[in-house]
Each structure stands twice: as structure tokens, then as C-alpha cells.
């Protein structure tokens, strides 16, 4: 069954660096998502990106964060200088449509930890 | 602003009986709601959906109810297995703010043998 890959699975950094976390979407898929889980809080939407472009964003996702699709295949959040309140589990999703009309395929999610 | 919310942080029940989770929101805007099962250390995985024109779906032991003057829904598992023991993310999104969905907080779901 396709399914959503994300690397890597744990990463720890220091306050201040940058951080890239990967993502390969189903091949297929059209739409891609980064959302995030701080510890025992809810998922919360960071970003959706369509067609080479961001389509929607929250609050959350500031000039700090940026989203990429370099090849055909990955999908990757950028973190320029993380910050300790950074540090949650970073799920990326993709759909085969808008998710008002379909479901979100979520990968196992990167740990990021700021220290 | 909670706009989605799951009142019931956790619930216990029988394997074999029924389990019924519910969602409450408060966004008159959101027309599509989703159901969203997650394992510790995995992503959440799609269950069920439900469009606001409908006001049941059922696919298998899973049925979604909704009610919209309420502004409730709610998860129906029946019957229940040790198996469906995880977490219920109850989700939200708008056709006009489609791609993003707006998730509750979340009930742990414990079915005991």
C-alpha cells in the first residue's frame, strides 16, 4: 500500500539552527500538508502547498518556516533558526484531493527537539 | 478559539460493546468532517468521513453521526475491539478553506478484552 515516508524520524538540534525535515508524498497525490503535534496539545495545520505554491498557511507558520518541493518527489519544512517552542512532531500529509473532499495520508511524522 | 472539541479526554469500554466518541464545533463555515485514529509513535490514520449534507455514514464496525443545529458529531464503533485502542482525532474543513483541517483534541479510546 503507498504510503507517505517521512525522514528523519528523530532529529535533535540546538536553538538557533536550521532544520530540514523530508518527505516523500504519495506518488500520486497532488496536495501536500506539514501540520504539527507539540506534546500533548492537538495537530495543528502548518502549511498546504499545490501546484508549486503554498496555498494556505496558519499563524503558526511564520518567515521562519518554508516549504519545498525540489524534485518530483520530495516535499521538505524548513526551519531557519528553531526556537525551544519548535520542538513537536512534524506530520507531513499529502491527498489525492483538496481535503475538504478527500483524506489526508500522514506519514509517521519527524521528533524535532530544540535544545 | 476551539473551534473543534472533544470533551472526553479518554474512554473505557468492553471489547465487544459500543464505543461513541463525540466532537463538538462551533464554526458554522465547516462542511466536511473527518475521523482520524493514531497509534503512538505513527501519524494519524483516516477512518471516516461525513459531508454536511449528510447526516449519517457508515463504513463497516465505524458510523458517523452529525448534527448540524447541534454543531455535534460523533464516532459509533461497534463492536468494539482491543484492537480500536488508540486515539480519535475528530477533524473539520471548509470547501472554501479547503486543505486545511482543523483537529480536536483528541479521546484515548481503551477497549479491554
Known amino acids: 500500500e503507498p504510503e507517505v515516508t517521512q525522514t528523519p524520524s528523530h532529529q535533535v538540534t540546538q536553538m538557533g539552527q536550521e532544520v530540514i525535515l523530508r518527505c516523500v508524498p504519495i506518488?500520486?497525490?497532488?496536495?501536500f500538508y506539514w501540520y504539527r503535534q507539540i506534546l500533548g496539545q492537538k495537530v495543528e495545520f502548518l502549511v498546504s502547498f499545490y501546484n508549486n505554491e503554498i496555498s494556505e498557511k496558519s499563524e503558526i507558520f511564520d518567515d521562519q518556516f518554508s516549504v519545498e518541493r525540489p524534485d518530483g518527489s520530495n516535499f521538505t519544512l524548513k526551519i531557519r533558526s528553531t526556537k525551544l517552542e519548535d520542538s513537536a512532531m512534524y506530520f507531513c500529509a499529502s491527498s489525492e484531493a483538496l481535503a475538504g473532499v478527500g483524506e489526508l495520508f500522514f506519514g509517521e511524522g519527524s521528533r524535532l527537539t530544540v535544545l | 478559539d476551539q473551534q473543534v472539541k472533544q470533551n472526553s479526554p479518554s474512554l473505557s469500554v468492553q471489547e465487544g460493546r459500543i464505543s461513541i466518541l463525540n466532537c463538538d464545533y462551533t464554526?458554522?463555515?465547516?462542511?466536511?468532517f473527518l475521523w482520524y485514529k493514531k497509534y503512538p509513535a505513527e501519524g494519524p490514520t483516516f477512518l471516516i468521513s461525513i459531508s454536511s449534507i449528510k447526516d449519517k455514514n457508515e463504513d463497516g464496525r465505524f458510523t458517523v453521526f452529525l448534527n448540524k443545529s447541534a454543531k455535534h458529531l460523533s464516532l459509533h464503533i461497534v463492536p468494539s475491539q482491543p484492537g480500536d485502542s488508540a486515539v480519535y482525532f475528530c477533524?473539520?474543513?471548509?470547501?472554501?478553506?479547503?486543505?486545511?483541517?482543523?483537529f480536536g483534541d483528541g479521546t484515548t479510546l481503551t477497549v479491554k478484552p
Open positions: 477533524a473539520a474543513t471548509t470547501n472554501t478553506n479547503a486543505g486545511k483541517s482543523t
Open positions: 506518488s500520486n497525490h497532488l496536495y
Open positions: 464554526n458554522s463555515m465547516f462542511d466536511y
